[in-house]
């Protein structure tokens, strides 16, 4: 029996990323607008809250995620096997995408030559601190306010 490389490692369960990818210019657009530049050793990142009206209720649908990969960071087999490896990883990890928000990662050249478990600890590090940002942007439910005491008039 052939041993591959990375069967020692434990198989995590791989979900889908389909209703959890931003797929419109436009979601781009208006998740930079309402978001800052976060910066991390291998990679920016930008957290926006989600539009609540005017838009259509399938987008709202769950956080969201998207990948830019640009030019400058190689020939087209580069970029492309730098966004297998970053879906591979949010597959895995698809339970920590922050609830209400659009994440857009922006890989550096050096997630190519990178380990998979360090890409792999430092994305899970960054949907960490992602949630940790949404958790503090919404504020917390409050508890329904009691009915003012009516008065009763003889």
């Known amino acids: 029996m052939t ?3 990375h069967s020692d490692q434990r198989q995590l369960p791989r ?3 389909t209703g959890a990818r931003l797929r419109k210019h436009a979601d781009y657009q208006r998740a930079y607008a309402a978001s800052r530049k976060r910066q991390s050793s291998s990679m920016s990142w930008f957290l926006a809250p989600q539009p609540t009206a005017g838009f259509a209720a ?3 649908a769950g956080p969201r995620v998207g990948l830019t990969v640009g030019k400058v960071l190689g020939k087209a087999h580069e970029r492309n096997r ?3 490896r970053m879906r591979d990883i949010l597959r895995r990890h698809v339970d920590l995408l922050p609830a ?3 994440l ?3 890989p550096r050249r050096t997630v190519l030559t990178m ?3 360090k890409l792999e600890a430092e994305l899970v590090r960054i949907l960490q601190q992602a949630r940790v940002e949404a958790a503090r942007r919404t504020p917390p439910a409050s508890p329904p306010r009691p009915a003012p005491p009516q008065q009763v008039v003889s």
Request: charged fraction near 30%; include cysteine; glycine fraction near 4%.
């Open 58 to 60: 399938e987008s709202l």
């Open 104 to 106: 857009i990662l922006h």
């Open 115 to 117: 380990e998979f478990k």
């Open 3 to 5: 041993s591959f490389p």
């Open 100 to 102: 209400g928000c659009d």
């Open 82 to 84: 730098i966004k297998r």
């Open 15 to 17: 979900q889908s990323l």
